[in-house]
Structures are given as structure tokens and as C-alpha cells.
């Protein structure tokens, strides 16, 4: 696997040391036949703690900008910049270097390994990066899971537990590699309303305790009262970013 170069890591250095994620000019063309433009010069920032939430309707390209900011696509166009590594240049090992290096992910629909227990399914990130770092984590992961009441459930299989239990352990997945920022594509739109707060209550707890940054795309108006920052994307534009 190639190492990230000193040319890659020599992006615009931020006047404020915190920030960890830069997204300069970034432009997202798809090609189906005729050419269709959904990110139109995203410029965007998020530090060290930040809680953001990113509102906008369907097809505002939000989805599209959070695929792009967790290395799970390429921008057309633009640079992006994690822990001042430039990315948009790199292969797809070096990006999936870092996607397990610095992020976390929590989706709609939990996406856990029914065949595993809570505490395996939690740790899979770290299995995947290698024995030691599964090793390392073990204790940190029996820890965050008693946080969020799971602790006499680590052996359970996942398949026997609730929509908001399967839902908290999915959370604390994202937490497994100790990722410098979460990208978070509606943790709680399949989830009621009263199972919906207590998983937006242990995401903003983990944000407080760690200092990990969040970016969290919802439909819900009534989650971005848990934001230090709410980010309005409209027709492939930031038009607000208010907190």
C-alpha cells in the first residue's frame, strides 16, 4: 500500500489548528448520457468537537457531499483535506487507509453481522485493520457499550436484540477505530421518536467526552436542536451555515 506523500499532505495549512476536515471548491458532476452537475464549489469546515448537522431537501446533493467528505467517492473537481492530508488524489487503498485511519460511520439501517455478537460486531472495524488494533480496543469498546447500557449484552447475538439497541451498537461501532470525525447519514430515521433522542443523546454525550466531530445529514427539523451547527445545502449549494 502507497504512502500518503509529503505533496499530499501539503495543503492550505488552516489559521486555526483545530480544523480537522477542508473542502475547497468542490464540484461533483455524474455522467448518465448527459452530464448532470449536483455539487456546485462546496467550500466547507469542521474543527475538532464540532456537532454539525447538514438539512436541505431531497436531491440538494447531500448524500452526494457526505459520500464525497468520507472518502467514499470522488469529487469531479476541488480539493479535500483530512487532518491537512489532501485527498482527492488518492488511490483507492490510500483512501481506504484513511477512511479506516479517521472515520466513522453510522447509517439508517444498522448494517450489523447477524452471525456475531454484540461485542464482535463492534469490534469488526478494528479486526479488519489487524489483530493488535482489535486487541487495543477491546477495552475501550466493553466501556462504551456499559456507557450506553449494553454492557451484560457483549455476547448477545445482535439478531436477538431491539431496533434502538442494534441502532446504540451500530454508534458505538463508529467509535471503534477512534476516528477523528463521524459521518452520520440519518442514524435515526428508521427509529421512534422516544428511541430516536436517546441515540441522539449518546451521540452528542460521545461528542462532548471525546472531542470527535460529527456530521450528521437528517430530514428531521427537530435534530438540529442537538447542533453547534446547522448547514443548509440547497441545489448543490451551502446557502446557510449558522452556530
Known sequence: MA????EQRSGPTSEAEDVILRLDDIRKTYTNGVDEEVLFGVDLELRTGDFAVLVGKSGSGKTTLLNIIGLLDTPTAGRLFLDDRETSTLDEDERAQ???????????????????????????PCR???KEYEEAAHDRAVEMLEMVGLGEKIQTPVNELSGGQQ???ATVRAFANDPTVV???EPTGSLDSETSRSVMDLMRDINRETGTAFLMVTHDPELTDYADRVIEL???RIVADEG
Open 98 to 124: 484513511l477512511r479506516r485511519e479517521y472515520i466513522g460511520f453510522i447509517f439508517q439501517f444498522h448494517h450489523l453481522l447477524p452471525d456475531f455478537n454484540v461485542l464482535e460486531n463492534v469490534l469488526m
Open 167 to 169: 441502532q446504540r451498537v
Open 234 to 236: 440547497q441545489d448543490g
Open 128 to 130: 479488519i485493520r489487524g
Open 183 to 185: 459521518m452520520a447519514d
Open 3 to 6: 504512502d500518503v506523500t509529503d
